[in-house]
């Protein structure tokens, strides 16, 4: 039986990639690329939770409230938390899984003793779909709302309006991570569009020694586990190299506003950025509602199919972070529902590898119209 591998560096760095050499220029040509893509002054940092993080301490006072989408990782929660504000969810609308003017209109009702501290709001696009950009500036501006932009799933796409996303908000938040729109293995960046309410350090340092290596690496471990796939040992190996930490899982990342990401990862970002290899151009991953999701899931595994993770399985994913957040399901009863019947793939994949899978889903989808 054919084995497919989906969620290993699929279509991310190669082995050789993972241990070529970048060097400083490759920092200051990344950081001067996305100072200009985005018309700002740009900062490189670890990851993409750290950017958005930076990206808040920057606008924000210490206890302000800031709106994120009901549907989310774990990496916004933390930069949120860590920026020392207090994360309130707006609940989405199905087909986008964004919030919009509806739910926020709803969200902002609902809120109203808390929100003369609501001062800002994220706007993540989720999976790569636009929000309706206009529609959320005119909301922010009658409650005076300041706007992030997180790129996560986003860079490179464009809005209804035609404005490309990240030209919008005050700061824009790249993640360079693994399965992101840009993947370096590690990295993110953040751009201030507007000069900061406050001064924050810039990220210097370079990465531990320990996440360099995992990232080097990385692309050779996953390369091992796909070929002892052949012999269903792939997610074993897999597990024992998480356990060892020589592999850490994307939402175990590490927020430290302190570093930088390697030289090497920001000549792999520049090349994807210069290059449009990156998967900007449209949708991140594909998404489909089924009924019976532990099921299909189980139908797909004995078919071959390794899967990560879902985006998202819990309204704040992974799932073992959940528990930790108090998520107010009763006022995003949407995202509740959704992350109980979403499965989605990633798009690098070939339609070819991807239409088993596609054939298996299809009697189980919710038979609502945008399957
Ligand atoms: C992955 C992700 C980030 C940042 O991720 P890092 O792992 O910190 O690079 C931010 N926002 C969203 C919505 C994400 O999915």
Same mark, same amino acid.
């Given at each position: 039986m054919k084995r497919y591998y989906l969620g290993l560096n699929a279509n991310g760095p190669s082995i050789k990639e993972g241990f070529s050499r970048g060097n400083s220029r490759d920092l200051r040509e990344l950081s001067d690329f996305l100072a200009k893509k985005y018309e700002g002054t740009c900062y490189l940092t670890k990851n993409g939770r750290s950017a958005l993080c930076i990206a808040l301490q920057s606008y924000f006072e210490s206890g302000d409230k800031i709106i994120v989408n009901a549907f989310t990782c774990y990496a916004v929660y933390e930069a949120v938390i860590e920026a020392g504000l207090v994360p309130v969810f707006a609940d989405i609308d199905e087909k986008t899984l964004n919030f919009n003017e509806k739910t926020l209109n709803v969200f902002w009702e609902g809120a109203a003793i808390h929100a003369n501290r609501i001062k800002g709001i994220i706007v993540q696009n989720s999976l790569g779909n636009p929000v309706d950009i206009e529609k959320i500036e005119k909301f922010a501006k009658k409650r005076g709302l300041t706007i992030i932009e997180d790129l996560a799933h986003s860079a490179g796409i464009r809005y209804p309006d035609g404005r490309e996303a990240g030209t919008v908000g005050v700061a824009a938040a790249l993640s360079f991570g693994k399965d992101k729109c840009i993947n370096s293995i590690s990295g993110g960046a953040v751009i201030f569009r507007e000069t900061p309410v406050h001064e924050v350090e810039a990220p210097v340092k370079p990465p531990k020694l320990s996440d360099h290596l995992r990232a080097r690496f990385y692309p050779?471990?996953?390369?091992?586990?796909?070929?002892?796939?052949?012999?269903?040992?792939?997610?074993?190996?897999?597990?024992?190299?998480?356990?060892?930490? #020589?592999?850490?899982?994307?939402?175990?990342?590490?927020?430290?506003?302190?570093?930088?990401?390697?030289?090497?990862?920001?000549?792999? *970002?520049?090349?994807?950025?210069?290059? #449009?290899?990156?998967?900007?151009?449209?949708?991140?991953?594909? #998404?489909?509602?089924v009924k019976n999701r532990?099921?299909?899931?189980?139908?797909?595994?004995?078919?071959?199919? #390794?899967?990560?993770?879902?985006?998202?399985?819990?309204?704040?994913?992974?799932?073992?972070?959940?528990?930790?957040?108090?998520?107010?399901?009763?006022t995003c009863?949407? *995202?509740?529902?959704?992350?109980?019947?979403?499965?989605?793939?990633?798009?690098?994949?070939?339609?070819?590898?991807?239409?088993? *899978?596609?054939?298996i889903i299809k009697p189980y989808l919710s038979g609502r119209g945008y399957d």
């Open positions: 050779l471990f996953t390369a091992q586990c796909k070929k002892l796939n052949a012999i269903h040992l792939g997610g074993v190996m897999m597990q024992v190299l998480i356990k060892l930490h #020589f592999v850490e899982r994307s939402a175990d990342n590490k927020l430290d506003v302190s570093r930088r990401l390697s030289e090497f990862e920001a000549k792999l *970002a520049l090349r994807q950025l210069r290059s #449009f290899r990156h998967r900007g151009e449209g949708k991140l991953r594909d #998404f489909y509602f532990a099921e299909v899931l189980s139908k797909l595994r004995k078919n071959g199919y #390794f899967f990560d993770a879902f985006w998202y399985e819990k309204p704040v994913s992974p799932e073992r972070y959940y528990q930790k957040i108090k998520f107010p399901e009763k009863p949407t *995202a509740v529902k959704i992350t109980k019947e979403i499965i989605n793939f990633p798009l690098y994949y070939s339609p070819e590898e991807l239409a088993p *899978a596609k054939e």
